[in-house]
T-cell receptor
Framework: DVKVTQSSRYLVKRTGEKVFLECVQD?????MFWYRQDPGLGLRLIYFSYDVKMKEKGDIPEGYSVSREKKERFSLILESASTNQTSMYLC??????????FGSGTRLTVV | GQQLNQSPQSMFIQEGEDVSMNCTSS?????WLWYKQDPGEGPVLLIALYKAGELTSNGRLTAQFGITRKDSFLNISASIPSDVGIYFCAGRYLNRDDKIIFGKGTRLHILP
């Protein structure tokens, strides 16, 4: 089975902290994605990457950055966490044959 | 960003009832996908549709890729308590960056 693993299920951080959310996939997928999910707003794409060291902005990149130094790992970085970044964060990877596989999500609370 | 129109937003049904939800788009997609998200988990792929007019089943679930390639529906027959969750439709462009556009989800509640 394809596995996408997000390092934390729950995180609580303080306003202004730098936050790292890690995502690892084990199926050699080229494409990886970060979404945030909020009630009533569905899944919104933050950033995606279609190759190592490549990144593209999604629909809501403000306040976030990403890093893809290795094919299997895609990190989401909140440079200075704010309360409006409290959300569920979902990582996904994809192949052309199978579609997206999601991780279990990280529920981030910024206080 | 672009989003699909998914309806209904939520449904309250009795156990044993059939369920129907749909998605429409102004864009043509190569692929339609249906995902289910259980509480506290990430979405899991239920059904993938690759051709206009295609009708595909997965157990009690049936989904169709609309002839115009701009819509899709998902039916669930004889609902059971474990069907509770959020169902997302998604349209996929098979291009270089493989982006998928998601609907906002249909939240399914099953009344005891």
């Amino acid at each position: 089975d394809v596995k996408v693993t997000q390092s934390s299920r729950y995180l609580v951080k303080r306003t202004g902290e730098k936050v790292f959310l890690e995502c690892v996939q084990d199926m050699d997928h080229e494409n990886m994605f970060w979404y945030r999910q909020d009630p009533g707003l569905g899944l919104r794409l933050i950033y995606f990457s279609y190759d190592v060291k490549m990144k593209e902005k999604g629909d809501i990149p403000e306040g976030y950055s990403v890093s893809r130094e290795k094919k299997e790992r895609f990190s989401l970085i909140l440079e200075s966490a704010s309360t409006n970044q409290t959300s569920m964060y979902l990582c996904a990877s994809s192949s052309r044959d199978y579609g997206y596989t999601f991780g279990s999500g990280t529920r981030l609370t910024v206080v | 960003g672009q989003q699909l129109n998914q309806s209904p937003q939520s449904m309250f049904i009795q156990e044993g009832e059939d369920v129907s939800m749909n998605c429409t788009s102004s864009s043509i997609f190569n692929t339609w996908l249906w995902y289910k998200q259980d509480p506290g988990e990430g979405p899991v792929l239920l059904i993938a549709l690759y051709k206009a007019g295609e009708l595909t089943s997965n157990g009690r679930l049936t989904a169709q890729f609309g002839i115009t390639r701009k819509d899709s529906f998902l039916n669930i027959s004889a609902s059971i308590p474990s069907d509770v969750g959020i169902y997302f439709c998604a349209g996929r462009y098979l291009n270089r960056d493989d982006k998928i556009i998601f609907g906002k989800g249909t939240r399914l509640h099953i009344l005891p």
